[in-house]
Nanobody
Framework: QVQLVESGGGLVQAGGSLRLSCVAS????????MGWFRQAPGKEREFVAA????????YVLDSVKGRFTISRDNGKNTVYLQMNSLKPEDTAVYYC??????????????????WGQGTQVTVSS
């Protein structure tokens, strides 16, 4: 059973930085794609970034490109989302998710089988 545990959220002022972590367990993840999604109050959950576990190929949403970076540490089974130059509109619950298909990066929720509990990120103006 896959378990994903996020951490690193919090309250930060606009322009600040946070690094989210997602520790994955319960499976061999070599063929997986790991993604980060977020859901702001009153909005649908949206894709933010994803990375292939084996090769480290990454894709980041255009609106956060240049500010957010996704990476992974295979030895620690951990995926990171480094968020810099945060804006109030980045306020959301951030979720880590795992796609087991081995078919490349997808930005749609339904291919991600397993999800973490989410971590709150609040950016004050």
């Amino acid at each position: 059973q896959v378990q994903l545990v996020e951490s690193g959220g919090g309250l930060v002022q606009a322009g600040g930085s946070l690094r989210l972590s997602c520790v994955a367990s319960g499976r061999t993840f070599s063929n997986y794609v790991m993604g980060w999604f977020r859901q702001a109050p009153g909005k649908e959950r949206e894709f933010v970034a994803a990375i292939t576990w084996s090769r480290g190929s990454a894709y980041v949403l255009d609106s956060v490109k240049g500010r957010f970076t996704i990476s992974r540490d295979n030895g620690k089974n951990t995926v990171y989302l480094q968020m810099n130059s945060l804006k109030p509109e980045d306020t959301a619950v951030y979720y880590c998710a795992a796609d087991p298909r081995g078919a490349g990066i997808a930005t749609v929720e339904y291919v991600y089988d397993d999800w973490g509990q989410g971590t709150q990120v609040t950016v004050s103006s």
